[in-house]
């Protein structure tokens, strides 16, 4: 039998060995690196915390377990006990508290696995790494589960134990003890395994339950609401101290009255084992208070002296333990000892005396003083507990839920200031080598929006649509002219009766429609075609009728052959019969629409503008052209300001009235002639501008023309290239420079030449505003691009859904979290998080995507 016992008892260091070491690979292997500024970008730190939320603790537990057991085995005799160990071991509260929470949130670290690996295919590739590298071949999802059944072998091998150990044997009693004990904890895990298979739906029903038991409590089930625990106390009132009862929940607490039921009890439905309700089902409460956890506050006492307090009681609760561990030990003395006995027994009565007495005289160490924040000032109300550590767990608890409330009140509130969300990353298949996005752009009209995204590669110039509905999708891409597309306005439709106009012809500026079939025969992809076969299937004529499609939402494309292009916005580019094409003599740089009045810049330095006739359709027969720059200092881009359009002429800004069309102002941006402007985005008075070859934007006052200062971008992207290849990062930080700038809402979004996308929070400018008070955070954003950022557009998505929401009641998507999209349109996808890890790093480097985020 003993030999057996032995066996045993060797099968359990093995078993416990194996454990451990499985505990210590989750934690060396897979928690800290996740943690490391090594692989920082790879998942958050707030993921890998819940994925192993208490695992190092049960660690800690269980490595001074098998270290006791070694030395029981190094020491190995018949008379040797463990059955005071596992007692030891698995009846403090620590280690039930430990296994309780990591059940609790097994389920939630199985989902942030599942979740992770799905939305992160580098964090998925780190764990396959990690479990080919265990010598089981075991993955995360199995080696997290041991803490599950470890327990329940516990007890099948005490069972075991007890079968093989004498009732005479001095471990018996002990092995009988911590059978029970493990089979508690055992229990205790099973209950939460099955309260986490359904956290949300147990939630409710656990709250319905409690609503149920307490008269006069209404309006408590709520899917954002958790219950945390239940406390008797005693509260001082005008009448005496009162027996009272505090539920306390995620964001509030509930005060009632408290009396025993006398009769029958009435039996609450739906109540499960373990649950709070059963506990509470032979009382009578009486809603007395309702109180949100905002509204309340904690009146701090003198916290050093009750700490000295908690000190000393604490050190007399060891001397107590310790001494009476003398006593035991004292009786196996051969030798005469009845004097060490008196001794150790006075001093155990002292001690326990010294005890009571500090209970019943340190009775504020029981003692909380809430403050309530009401409409008519101030209350307060003292709380006695029935003991100093049950007021110390509640007061944990209380801090606990009013920070997480806090925390959520400020990402609602400020959300804003959080990591935009991404939506979707949209892949867009070249059909013809070099094609690159070059500008993008939403439709205008009443339906769901569209984005219309143009590439080209210098012969062909296509447009994709971009539908947003049900989901982000590309539904088609066709070529639309036989050169580059430079720049992309959406412009307004107008109500009118829909007159037809009659446009001649003009010097310099020629209107043509074309006839296109239906299988779109005259768009031409292959590299073959050219503008002058294109010219030989236009119409000529001396006057055209332009499309009375022409008073709705209009799309008008600019291209680098001087042409614009102009479609109305619901229109099926591949198999539209009718365009409106108008030549210029000079390339057009940009578009805008503006008052009524469509201003177009070209590269010989003027600036055309068009306006709407009374019948709502554009009259490009007599259109007005200003002067602003020069074929050497064209116009290239053009942004509307406090009533001005600001006009970049390579390296200098001209403001321009677009009242009198005269130059009234023009200043110097940048004194070298190499850095021409590029990018420019407002936001208010803010006016940012990037130049050419340069990781520096600067900010402008938009309306007294001052700089007011700038910021370089180059720290913030090569933080997020860290994890990249060196010669990747190197090559990448050398030519670095700012390619698109987008103000939406409270952010300033930057492109960059790296891939990386920024965002910056945009400084408040008055009108007296001299210089930036402060120095601006610039952070990146984990998703971009490999190659370059092309373009960031926004479209409102707002009024696509309404519409949808008519169409579809039930409707529901991701993208109903925010009323604006941010676009980024760039050369392949890149999750800078996990660059480094990336076993096909470059994968999507010749494919253009677009990126998607909620703001």
């Not at 609401?225 to 005496?240: A, E, N, P, W």
């Not at 390296?651 to 990018?679: A, D, P």
């Amino acid at each position: 039998m003993s030999d057996t016992r032995t066996h045993v008892v060797v099968e359990l260091y093995e078993t416990e060995r194996s454990y451990v070491e499985s505990l210590q690979i989750l934690v060396m292997k897979y928690l800290q690196p996740l943690k490391s500024s090594e692989y920082s970008g790879l998942v958050d730190v707030a993921t890998v915390d819940e994925i192993f939320y208490k695992i190092p603790e049960i660690l800690a537990h269980h490595e001074v377990f098998l270290e006791e057991l070694r030395k029981r085995l190094e020491n190995w005799d018949i008379n040797q006990k463990v059955g005071d160990l596992f007692l030891d071991t698995f009846t403090k509260q620590s280690v039930i508290d430990t296994y309780t929470e990591f059940i609790n949130n097994w389920e939630n670290a199985k989902e942030a696995i599942k979740t992770t690996s799905h939305s992160k295919p580098a964090f998925a590739r780190f764990l396959d790494a990690m479990a080919r590298e265990h010598k089981g071949k075991l993955a995360l999802d199995s080696l997290l589960i041991m803490p599950v059944q470890r327990i329940p072998r516990y007890e099948l091998l005490i069972q075991t134990l007890i079968k093989h150990t004498d009732d005479a044997h001095g471990d018996a009693s002990k092995l009988t003890a911590a059978q029970q004990a493990v089979h508690e904890l055992a229990v205790t895990i099973n209950l939460g395994q099955h309260k986490t298979l359904n956290p949300r739906s147990s939630n409710c029903q656990e709250l319905t339950q409690i609503e149920s038991i307490i008269d006069g409590l209404a309006g408590l089930s709520s899917p954002e609401r958790t219950f945390l625990g239940h406390d008797q106390v005693s509260i001082t009132t005008s009448q005496g101290r009162k027996e009272r009862a505090l539920f306390l929940f995620s964001d509030l607490l509930v005060i009632t009255t408290i009396k025993r039921r006398s009769g029958t009890i009435r039996k609450i439905p739906q109540s499960t084992p373990g649950s709070i309700v059963g506990t509470l089902e032979g009382n009578k409460f009486k809603l007395l208070m309702k109180i949100p956890l905002n509204d309340l506050e904690i009146v701090k006492a003198k916290d050093d002296n009750i700490r000295k307090m908690l000190k000393e009681m604490e050190q007399l609760n060891a001397d107590v333990s310790t001494l009476s561990q003398m006593a035991e030990l004292v009786t196996t003395l051969h030798c005469p000892h009845s004097q060490l006995e008196e001794n150790i027994r006075e001093m155990l009565s002292a001690l326990n005396k010294q005890l009571v007495d500090r209970h019943a005289a340190d009775s504020q160490l029981s003692f909380l003083e809430l403050m309530i924040n009401t409409s008519g000032g101030q209350e307060n109300i003292a709380l006695t507990f029935s003991k100093p550590e049950k007021r110390t767990s509640w007061e944990e608890q209380f801090n606990e839920a009013k920070q997480s409330e806090l925390l959520v009140k400020t990402a609602s509130t400020c959300g804003r200031r959080m990591i935009p969300e991404l939506v979707s990353a949209v892949p867009i298949r070249k059909t013809r080598a070099g094609l690159q996005f070059t500008c993008a752009a939403p439709t205008f009209g009443p339906g769901p929006r569209d984005v219309w995204v143009c590439n080209s590669d210098g012969y062909v110039g296509q447009v994709c649509i971009l539908s947003l509905h049900p989901e982000p999708t590309v539904t088609s891409c066709n070529g639309v002219c036989n050169a580059r597309i430079l720049c992309i306005a959406p412009v307004p439709g107008q109500s009118s009766n829909e007159v037809p106009a009659c446009v001649n012809c003009n010097s310099g500026i020629s209107i043509s429609v074309e006839d296109t079939d239906e299988s779109g025969a005259n768009i031409h992809l292959d590299s073959s075609s050219s503008s002058s076969e294109e010219e030989e299937r236009e119409d000529e004529c001396d006057s055209h009728v332009v499309p009375e499609g022409n008073v709705a939402g209009t799309m008008w494309l600019g291209t680098e052959d001087g042409c614009i292009h102009v479609y109305n916005c619901n229109d099926n580019i591949r198999t539209k019969k009718n365009k409106v094409k108008i030549q210029h003599n000079a390339p057009v740089h940009t578009i805008i629409y503006l008052e009524n009045r469509v201003f177009v810049a070209l590269a010989n330095g003027d600036v055309t503008v068009y306006l709407r006739e009374p019948s709502g359709n554009w009259n490009t027969n007599d259109a007005m052209t200003v002067t602003v720059g020069s074929s050497v200092m064209p116009v290239t881009k053009m942004v509307p300001i406090s009533g001005r359009l600001w006009c970049s002429c390579h390296t200098s800004i001209k403001i321009l009235n677009t009242t009198s069309f005269l130059v009234e102002h023009s200043f110097v941006v940048s004194g070298e002639s190499n850095r021409s402007i590029t990018s420019i985005a407002v936001s208010g008075l803010s006016v940012w501008i990037s130049l050419h070859n340069s990781s520096t934007i600067r900010l402008f006052h938009g309306t007294t023309y001052e700089w007011l200062g700038e910021v370089n971008v180059a720290p913030a992207v090569t933080k997020m290239l860290a994890s990249s290849d060196d010669i990747i990062r190197q090559h990448k930080a050398a030519c670095l420079r700012v390619t698109s700038l987008l103000a939406c809402k409270d952010l300033l979004w930057i492109g960059t030449s790296a891939g990386v996308i920024l965002t910056m929070p945009l400084p408040q400018i008055s009108a007296t505003t001299a210089k930036l008070s402060s120095n601006l955070s610039v952070t990146g954003v984990p998703h971009g691009h490999t190659g370059h950022v092309r373009f960031l557009t926004t479209v409102d998505i707002s009024v696509t859904q309404s519409v949808e929401r008519r169409r579809h009641s039930t409707y529901h998507n991701k993208q109903d979290t925010g009323k604006l999209l941010v676009i980024s349109g760039g050369d392949g996808y890149e999750d800078f998080r996990s660059a480094g890890l990336s076993e096909v790093a470059g994968r999507e480097d010749s494919t253009n995507h677009l990126l998607l985020w909620n703001v």
